[in-house]
């Protein structure tokens, strides 16, 4: 999920990564692995720097790239539910 990240901001624009990362931890005292832990805190904290039209473009370029990368075929359209087929898929529960 952190890959599917860092890989979505940097096609977003590159210029943003190290501001985002620095807003993240500065905000929640957590990086990109935000997004991984906490999806909905992620999205909040992205949705106060650009806004919220924005926050749901980054999210969907995310989804993309893990829809990609996982090869599913589900009809994922968030990040929770993006984690949660993660999660289910390697067993992990945190």
Known sequence: M???VVHSVEKANPTLKSLL???LKT????GFEL????????KEAVSKLFGEYSA????????SYFREKAGLKEDV?????????SR?????EG
Do not use: H, M
């Not at 749901?56 to 989804?63: A, H």
């Open 88 to 92: 289910e898929f390697t067993g992990d």
């Open 35 to 42: 997004a991984y832990n906490d999806p909905k805190r992620f």
């Open 27 to 30: 905000t929640t005292g957590q």
């Open 56 to 63: 749901r473009l980054l999210e969907i370029l995310i989804i």
């Open 2 to 4: 952190v890959k599917a």
């Open 21 to 23: 990362e620095l807003q």
């Open 77 to 85: 359209n968030s990040l929770r539910s993006s984690l949660s087929i």
